[in-house]
């Protein structure tokens, strides 16, 4: 006589569980089960507050008729896949999972290698469910955000204990099962999570249980959040707008109870025209630069992408030769930008420092006429003094803005050689400010091929007096000179 | 500068700092708080705590110790010239703010990076100095991401390995040439010398681990690196060329791509408009093919166009499927693992599942489109039972019916 003839032809065996996420109580009665020989069509499972309780109702008051097993019956095998993935999966809410895990439990028993199989319908679905919880798990280790509460019970010390408390609302019977997790991450601090099935507090030293709980009885702020939100707006780079990437990872039913997330309407509202604004802010539509000198021309007179072009002048643009046929040596000479008289004149090196230049360009036996000849930076810039502009020397930033301009003239001109005189004539071409005395005197190579020579502008030899102006000239001598021999010697 | 409150010193140096990509988490060695007097864990997994409308995980608290600095390059906001704001936090300050995120779970852990101030010496100095405060007087055990810089001392790099679960040297820029234009201050050999003594350092650390217990650990999530996509030429050839060689050289876990995005106060040797978004996203799938679909970093480079950019409609593994026709349809019953890799559509885990479910049954479409996630992209390029392509891999319009429809990639696109 088996153990089972007690029960009537047709009817089922009730299986009740204590709880929805114990899976060693489930194991314990599903062995007892498969080794009695109960098929799972003839099991009905039932959990706290599931469903199953009717069953549990009409069979009378719920009583359970485990079968006993026969001694003889052979052990009930489960390989580790299928624990690992049935650990997982009893965990999710949907009430048919025990009887999906005993089903497929019964066939492992006949079927060993059954696991392997990822196109059956029951593996599948158990591989859903894992997942489905997997995710959940991993969702509450993430978007589980403590408040703090400043208790006022002292510790030993007399100090007033730190109690960090999280309202969570999991989607399956995970609460427990990630006390672990919690408790290692949080080993020293005073904790609690409540949820609407449960809830587990920490004292540094024993984890309890606690009833289910409500929204209220966890704290409805913590100072902290305000740096937190600062944080979360900040980091967010409004050019990058993926809201679609975010829903997937964070979706909305997580919002309420991240303090973060009330910004993300705007966040996405302002990104637009954050976005907007960085570009016009950082100044640009030169889509295309213009390829020919003329073009470089009129464009400059129309550019305001600097505080410099919205002055009163006018903009500079470079001359002299732009290919052999018209002479063109195959030298650029770069000052740093045109001063008053420049300005007025529409023409670069005119004024007193280009008069001095012409007179040294002479001595070295350079022609002025045969090298092209413009500023790193196209327009004048001064302060009104009464009926006088002042010069005043262009930023870093304005020189880099107005670099643009400069390669446009090198791209077209094709200088082998550069002599970029004055610090910002130097910063144009190297992207980088760097001394004057310590650069001059060697070419350095540019990424187009040609040389780069570096020396002071004339300007400068004009604001020294006696010794120092008769030193400095020499050096811008012997610049001129190196220049002067460097070129012969490359177009020769 | 003394007036501003932690609030606006905060969100300056978020801001900064938003620009390096990583923000990973993951593959660290296991630890947690019990048994320590402070707090925190890693486990095998990263944890993406928060996620921003850009779309990107936000798993660290990443911040500048400043954005003050004494270089200038062109694609940085937080360069000499640029008109930003700035701001700077004690060492005290970032471990308070790390401390008080992560006991109320915002955050994994801390990426610190910061502009150069005084000099390449003193920043690092202070970087490491937060990692000690945290490791040593808070025992954190939480994740620490320090960015290290290449011109400081190897000593001082040395001293944030043994501190931070990962250090990064951030590469910048796909070729030297680039480097030169776009970070004078910034010596690409001296950048690839200090990641080459990063190496150097995590084989001599787990050796050492192997004979002594107790050796002390060295950057246990391994070196990083960043790249800065479309600021300059480089194509994507160049681009995957650079990323293959430094994993080689530098034993490198991973490398990171960062669309150039238009910053306030750019210069104007930048482009103005940003690359389109999808590149990078090509490039990280370009990136995938070579560490887990065996794919070399010159097969790779066939997949791209002329120009040696990847397409932007179709992804690379398709693109390079549809340049080798002749390797398809392939048997999902009888060709290799590594075969199967190969088939567009067809991921790790699908290929897993088709060489485990095989051994039970012969596979037909069905069964096939079960195990993956769209049997329309795969069915050119296999064969079932049930199942032959027979005039699919043929036609020339095979690629406009793979390709996704022509739609709008990006929200804002120019």
């Given at each position: 006589?088996?153990?089972?003839q007690?029960?009537?032809?047709?009817?089922?065996?009730?299986?009740?569980?204590?709880?929805?996420?114990?899976?060693?109580a489930?194991?314990?009665?599903?062995?007892?089960?498969?080794?009695?020989?109960?098929?799972?069509?003839?099991?009905?499972?039932?959990?706290?507050?599931?469903?199953g309780?009717?069953?549990?109702?009409?069979?009378?008051?719920?009583?359970?008729?485990?079968?006993?097993?026969?001694?003889?019956?052979?052990p009930?095998?489960?390989n580790?896949?299928f624990?690992?993935?049935?650990?997982?999966?009893?965990?999710?809410?949907?009430?048919?999972?025990?009887?999906?895990?005993?089903?497929?439990?019964w066939?492992?028993?006949?079927?060993?290698?059954?696991?392997?199989d990822?196109a059956?319908?029951?593996?599948?679905?158990?591989?859903e469910?894992?997942?489905?919880?997997?995710r959940?798990n991993?969702?509450m280790?993430?978007?589980?955000?403590?408040?703090?509460?400043?208790?006022?019970?002292?510790?030993?010390?007399?100090?007033?204990?730190?109690?960090?408390?999280?309202?969570f609302?999991?989607?399956?019977?995970?609460?427990?099962?990630?006390?672990?997790?919690?408790?290692?991450?949080?080993?020293?601090?005073?904790?609690?999570?409540?949820?609407?099935?449960?809830?587990?507090?920490?004292?540094?030293?024993?984890?309890?249980?606690?009833?289910?709980?409500?929204?209220?009885?966890?704290?409805?702020?913590?100072?902290?959040?305000?740096l937190?939100?600062?944080?979360?707006?900040?980091?967010?780079?409004?050019?990058?707008?993926?809201?679609?990437a975010?829903?997937?990872?964070?979706?909305?039913?997580?919002?309420?109870?991240?303090?973060?997330?009330?910004?993300?309407?705007?966040?996405?509202?302002?990104?637009?025209?954050?976005?907007?604004?960085?570009?016009?802010?950082?100044?640009?539509?030169?889509?295309?630069?213009?390829?020919?000198?003329?073009?470089?021309?009129?464009?400059?007179?129309?550019?305001?992408?600097?505080?410099?072009?919205?002055?009163?002048?006018?903009?500079?643009?470079?001359?002299?030769p732009?290919?052999?046929?018209?002479?063109?040596?195959?030298?650029?000479?770069?000052?740093?930008?045109?001063?008053d008289?420049?300005?007025?004149?529409?023409?670069?090196?005119?004024?007193?420092?280009?008069?001095?230049?012409?007179?040294?360009?002479?001595?070295?036996?350079?022609?002025?006429?045969?090298?092209?000849?413009?500023?790193a930076?196209?327009?004048?810039?001064?302060?009104?003094?009464?009926?006088?502009?002042l010069?005043?020397?262009?930023?870093?930033?304005?020189?880099?803005?107005?670099?643009?301009?400069?390669?446009?003239?090198?791209?077209?001109v094709?200088?082998?050689?550069v002599?970029?005189?004055?610090?910002?004539?130097a910063?144009?071409?190297?992207?980088?400010?760097?001394?004057?005395?310590?650069?001059?005197?060697?070419?350095?190579?540019?990424?187009?091929?040609?040389?780069?020579?570096?020396?002071?502008?004339?300007?400068?030899?004009?604001?020294?007096?006696?010794?120092?102006r008769?030193?400095?000239?020499?050096?811008?001598?012997?610049?001129?000179?190196?220049?002067?021999?460097?070129?012969?010697?490359?177009?020769? | 500068m003394?007036?501003?409150?932690?609030?606006?010193?905060?969100?300056?140096?978020?801001d900064?700092?938003?620009?390096?990509?990583?923000?990973?988490?993951?593959?660290?060695?296991?630890?947690?708080?019990?048994?320590?007097?402070?707090?925190?864990s890693?486990e095998?997994?990263?944890?993406?705590?928060?996620?921003?409308?850009?779309?990107?995980?936000?798993?660290?608290?990443?911040?500048?110790?400043?954005?003050?600095?004494?270089?200038?390059?062109h694609?940085?906001?937080n360069?000499?010239?640029?008109?930003v704001?700035?701001?700077?936090?004690?060492?005290?300050?970032?471990?308070?703010?790390?401390?008080?995120?992560?006991?109320?779970?915002?955050?994994?852990?801390?990426?610190?990076?910061?502009?150069?101030?005084?000099?390449s010496?003193?920043?690092?100095e202070?970087?490491?100095?937060?990692?000690?405060?945290?490791?040593?007087?808070?025992?954190?055990?939480?994740?620490?991401?320090?960015?290290?810089i290449?011109?400081?001392?190897?000593?001082?790099?040395?001293?944030?390995?043994?501190?931070?679960?990962?250090?990064?040297?951030?590469?910048?820029?796909?070729?030297?040439?680039?480097?030169?234009?776009?970070?004078?201050?910034?010596?690409?050999?001296?950048i690839?010398?200090?990641?080459?003594?990063?190496?150097?350092?995590?084989?001599e650390?787990?050796?050492?681990?192997k004979?002594?217990?107790?050796?002390?650990?060295?950057?246990?999530?391994?070196?990083?690196?960043?790249?800065?996509?479309?600021?300059?030429?480089?194509?994507?050839?160049?681009?995957?060329?650079?990323?293959s060689?430094?994993?080689?050289?530098?034993?490198?876990?991973r490398?990171?791509?960062?669309?150039?995005?238009?910053?306030?106060?750019?210069?104007?040797?930048?482009?103005?408009?940003?690359?389109?978004?999808?590149?990078?996203?090509?490039?990280?799938?370009?990136?995938?093919?070579?560490?887990?679909?065996?794919?070399?970093?010159?097969?790779?480079?066939?997949?791209?166009?002329?120009?040696?950019?990847?397409?932007?409609?179709?992804?690379?593994?398709?693109?390079?499927?549809?340049?080798?026709?002749?390797?398809f349809?392939?048997?999902?019953?009888?060709?290799?693992?590594?075969?199967?890799?190969r088939?567009?559509?067809?991921?790790?885990?699908?290929v897993?599942?088709?060489?485990?479910?095989?051994?039970?049954?012969?596979?037909?479409?069905?069964?096939?489109?079960?195990?993956?996630?769209?049997?329309?992209?795969?069915?050119?390029?296999?064969?079932t039972?049930?199942?032959?392509?027979?005039?699919?891999?043929?036609?020339?319009?095979?690629?406009?019916?793979?390709?996704?429809?022509?739609?709008?990639?990006?929200?804002?696109?120019?």
């Amino acid at each position: 006589m088996t153990a089972l003839q007690h029960l009537a032809v047709g009817s089922r065996t009730l299986v009740q569980l204590a709880e929805p996420d114990d899976f060693e109580a489930w194991r314990e009665r599903a062995r007892v089960l498969v080794q009695g020989d109960v098929p799972p069509e003839r099991i009905a499972w039932v959990e706290p507050g599931g469903s199953g309780d009717l069953f549990a109702s009409a069979g009378g008051a719920g009583q359970q008729c485990l079968p006993v097993a026969p001694a003889d019956a052979p052990p009930v095998r489960a390989n580790r896949r299928f624990v690992q993935l049935a650990r997982n999966a009893l965990l999710h809410r949907d009430p048919e999972r025990f009887a999906l895990l005993y089903r497929l439990l019964w066939r492992l028993q006949a079927t060993p290698r059954i696991m392997e199989d990822r196109a059956d319908p029951d593996i599948r679905r158990v591989e859903e469910l894992a997942k489905a919880v997997r995710r959940d798990n991993h969702k509450m280790h993430a978007f589980v955000r403590f408040r703090l509460v400043e208790s006022g019970e002292g510790d030993e010390a007399g100090e007033a204990s730190e109690h960090y408390v999280a309202w969570f609302e999991p989607e399956h019977h995970i609460l427990r099962a990630n006390a672990g997790f919690f408790m290692r991450r949080f080993a020293n601090m005073r904790w609690s999570i409540l949820t609407p099935a449960g809830s587990l507090h920490w004292d540094g030293a024993v984890m309890h249980e606690g009833p289910p709980a409500q929204r209220g009885d966890a704290p409805a702020g913590d100072p902290m959040e305000d740096l937190w939100r600062t944080y979360y707006a900040a980091i967010f780079n409004p050019a990058r707008l993926k809201v679609g990437a975010m829903l997937k990872e964070m979706p909305r039913k997580y919002w309420k109870n991240m303090p973060e997330a009330a910004l993300i309407p705007e966040l996405i509202a302002g990104a637009q025209r954050r976005e907007a604004a960085m570009v016009d802010a950082g100044a640009l539509e030169f889509a295309e630069r213009p390829e020919t000198l003329a073009a470089i021309d009129t464009a400059i007179h129309a550019c305001r992408k600097c505080p410099i072009g919205a002055l009163e002048n006018h903009a500079v643009m470079g001359e002299g030769p732009q290919d052999a046929t018209q002479g063109f040596s195959g030298l650029m000479i770069v000052g740093e930008q045109p001063g008053d008289q420049e300005d007025l004149a529409g023409r670069p090196f005119v004024g007193p420092a280009g008069q001095l230049l012409d007179r040294h360009l002479e001595k070295a036996g350079i022609d002025r006429g045969g090298a092209y000849v413009t500023n790193a930076v196209k327009h004048f810039k001064y302060v009104q003094r009464g009926k006088s502009r002042l010069h005043q020397n262009p930023g870093a930033k304005e020189i880099d803005t107005c670099r643009w301009w400069l390669e446009g003239e090198r791209a077209v001109v094709r200088p082998r050689l550069v002599l970029a005189m004055g610090a910002s004539a130097a910063r144009a071409l190297l992207g980088k400010t760097v001394s004057i005395s310590k650069a001059r005197g060697a070419p350095l190579a540019l990424e187009d091929g040609s040389e780069l020579w570096i020396t002071a502008h004339p300007s400068y030899l004009l604001r020294l007096d006696g010794e120092a102006r008769t030193t400095q000239a020499a050096l811008f001598d012997a610049d001129l000179a190196a220049v002067k021999a460097r070129l012969t010697e490359l177009c020769a | 500068m003394a007036s501003q409150t932690p609030l606006e010193k905060l969100a300056i140096l978020a801001d900064a700092a938003k620009y390096d990509a990583s923000c990973a988490s993951s593959g660290t060695a296991k630890k947690d708080s019990l048994g320590g007097k402070g707090l925190g864990s890693t486990e095998r997994m990263g944890i993406c705590h928060a996620y921003a409308p850009d779309g990107r995980c936000i798993s660290l608290l990443k911040i500048l110790l400043t954005n003050h600095c004494i270089f200038d390059c062109h694609y940085c906001i937080n360069r000499k010239s640029s008109n930003v704001r700035r701001a700077r936090f004690t060492p005290q300050e970032v471990v308070d703010l790390t401390l008080a995120f992560y006991r109320r779970n915002y955050i994994e852990g801390l990426f610190l990076s910061s502009g150069i101030v005084k000099s390449s010496n003193h920043t690092m100095e202070q970087i490491v100095e937060v990692a000690r405060i945290l490791r040593v007087e808070h025992d954190f055990r939480g994740y620490i991401h320090l960015k290290t810089i290449p011109e400081a001392d190897a000593e001082l790099a040395h001293q944030a390995g043994l501190y931070a679960d990962r250090v990064s040297i951030n590469v910048e820029l796909p070729t030297d040439a680039g480097l030169t234009r776009l970070a004078p201050d910034k010596n690409a050999r001296q950048i690839e010398g200090a990641m080459g003594k990063v190496k150097a350092d995590l084989v001599e650390a787990k050796d050492a681990r192997k004979r002594f217990r107790h050796a002390p650990r060295f950057a246990p999530a391994g070196q990083s690196t960043q790249m800065i996509v479309g600021a300059d030429k480089a194509s994507d050839a160049d681009i995957v060329a650079k990323a293959s060689r430094l994993y080689d050289n530098f034993g490198l876990r991973r490398v990171y791509y960062s669309a150039f995005s238009p910053i306030p106060d750019a210069s104007a040797v930048l482009p103005l408009s940003r690359p389109p978004l999808i590149r990078e996203h090509r490039l990280y799938q370009s990136d995938w093919l070579m560490r887990f679909y065996g794919y070399k970093p010159a097969e790779v480079m066939q997949a791209t166009d002329a120009d040696g950019n990847l397409p932007l409609d179709i992804d690379p593994k398709l693109a390079w499927a549809l340049k080798f026709r002749e390797n398809f349809p392939l048997d999902v019953n009888r060709a290799s693992r590594e075969q199967l890799l190969r088939v567009p559509g067809l991921g790790v885990k699908a290929v897993n599942r088709i060489v485990a479910s095989r051994r039970h049954r012969t596979l037909r479409l069905d069964d096939v489109a079960k195990l993956t996630v769209s049997i329309a992209k795969v069915r050119p390029f296999i064969c079932t039972v049930d199942w032959r392509p027979v005039t699919l891999t043929d036609r020339a319009d095979l690629r406009a019916l793979l390709a996704p429809r022509r739609e709008q990639l990006e929200l804002f696109a120019a």
